[in-house]
């Protein structure tokens, strides 16, 4: 995400670019529509999520390792009667 944002904004760390912090502020001077980049982010957020849904939806549905355990009921002693 992080790498859509600042290619959006024209930012190119490992070039030597300008911080986030500066890019951010003159954005709007330089016409850059701060929004339409986040937009682009967001779009792609939701695309990933999408195809995660579906990566769950066609998983197989397998079970646990090993054969289920018996549970016990737990063992209550006898109340005394009441005074």
């Not at 024209?10 to 300008?18: D, L």
């Not at 500066?22 to 695309?47: I, P, S, Y």
Request: charged share 15%.
């Amino acid at each position: 995400m992080g790498a859509i944002l600042l290619a959006g904004l024209g930012v190119t760390p490992e070039r030597g670019g300008v911080g986030i912090e500066m890019t951010a502020a003159h954005a709007g001077a330089a016409g850059l529509d701060v929004a339409e980049v986040f937009r682009w982010v967001f779009v792609a957020g939701l695309v990933f999520a999408v195809i995660a849904m579906a990566a769950i939806i066609l998983m197989e549905e397998r079970p646990l390792h090993g054969p289920a355990a018996k549970v016990t009921p737990p063992v209550v002693p006898d109340a005394a009667p009441a005074e």
